[in-house]
């Protein structure tokens, strides 16, 4: 059987991320009932950027299905050294069952990908966050409808590695997906034509804006996530005064459905791309989402692992 990775959530098909989230949705109703599938199996998580969710929710995920997990940080690997990453990938196959990397350009996590000869996974990088769009979804299932196809999601603020996943595993559901950001921080205009492209055989709907009202109008959910991604701090006063009027606040919420849920990845910065009023007032289900990386990163590890 070949082996698959997860970089993009488009290396899932439609049926398959609906049944990963049909899965995960029975692994949180009953993890006790999955305790031993990755007995004998071992994963490394390596992290060339910070992390607190994913670092965390990965090792959990991994040792509470039964598995050992070997965590590293890039710079404690040869890697960090100048080591090839396809060397790398070469090398840790021989050693363990997946990898999962947090790392820079999706060039690097491709080139890892071609050296393994195992599944490689992508817990974040300048392109996408995959793992993350899976929680995301799951918890839409949760607070908005059980059937995702024609829920909205606006997200608004920078258009980045979130929101292409976002755009992706949206559009492969079925949703309307749109996306408020000012022009130069709008989502890459491939990624937007893929999603056009998979929402014209799923029923969804893509849109792209530089107005907030346009998204935000009756949407289910709204979705924001920080300014100013890991490597860009030397940008972070430019971004905060482009972005200023794309926080989701209150008069943002007004617009919305009645019963919109809130929802951001994480970290928040209170004030910046939220108000604190919203982050932690009765419409936000951020705390779900967090949670959910787990239950959806258990469900992605077993699959992953089945197809060997
Ligand atoms: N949302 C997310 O990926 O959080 P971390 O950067 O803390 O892993």
């Known amino acids: 059987m070949a082996v698959r990775d997860y970089l993009s ?40 950027k910070p992390s607190t969710r994913t670092r965390v929710s990965m090792e959990v995920a991994v040792t509470s299905l039964g598995g050992h997990a070997v965590v590293l940080r890039g710079d404690e690997l040869q890697l960090g050294r100048g080591e090839a990453i396809e060397d790398t990938g070469r090398v840790l196959s021989r050693y363990v069952d997946a990898i999962a990397v947090r790392t820079f350009g999706q060039d690097r996590l491709e080139a890892l990908a071609a050296g393994a000869t195992i599944p490689v996974i992508n817990l974040l990088s300048d392109r996408s966050h995959p793992c993350q769009a899976l929680a995301d979804l799951l918890t839409m299932q949760e607070h908005v409808t059980e059937k995702l196809s024609g829920t909205s999601v606006a997200y ?62 009756g949407a289910d959910v709204l979705y924001t996530d920080v300014w100013t991604s890991m490597g860009q701090e030397n940008e972070s006063d430019e971004r905060a005064e482009i972005l200023k009027g794309f926080r989701i606040d209150e008069s ?33 289900v951020v705390w779900d989402q967090a949670e959910n990386r787990l239950h959806a990163q258990k469900a992605l590890l077993v699959w992953l692992l089945a197809q060997q």
């Not at 919420?253 to 932690?280: Q, T, Y």
Request: contains cysteine; proline residues 4%; glycine residues 6%.
């Open 9 to 48: 959530v488009d290396d899932l098909s439609s049926r398959e991320l609906t049944d990963l989230l049909d899965d995960a949705s029975a692994m949180k109703a009953k993890p006790d009932q999955h305790t031993d599938a990755l007995i004998g199996r071992h994963v490394a998580l390596v992290f060339e």
């Open 156 to 217: 608004l603020g920078d258009g980045n590695n979130v929101a292409h996943s976002l755009l992706i595993a949206g559009a492969k559901v079925g949703m309307d997906v749109r996306v408020a950001s000012p022009s130069g921080y709008q989502p890459d205009r491939d990624v937007v034509q893929r999603a056009r492209d998979i929402a014209a055989h799923t029923d969804g709907k893509v849109i792209v804006t530089d107005l907030v009202a346009e998204a935000a109008e």
């Open 252 to 284: 943002v919420v007004s617009v919305a459905s009645p019963n919109v849920k809130v929802m951001h990845c994480l970290p928040a910065h209170r004030g910046e791309e939220i108000s604190a009023e919203v982050m932690d007032g009765p419409r936000s």
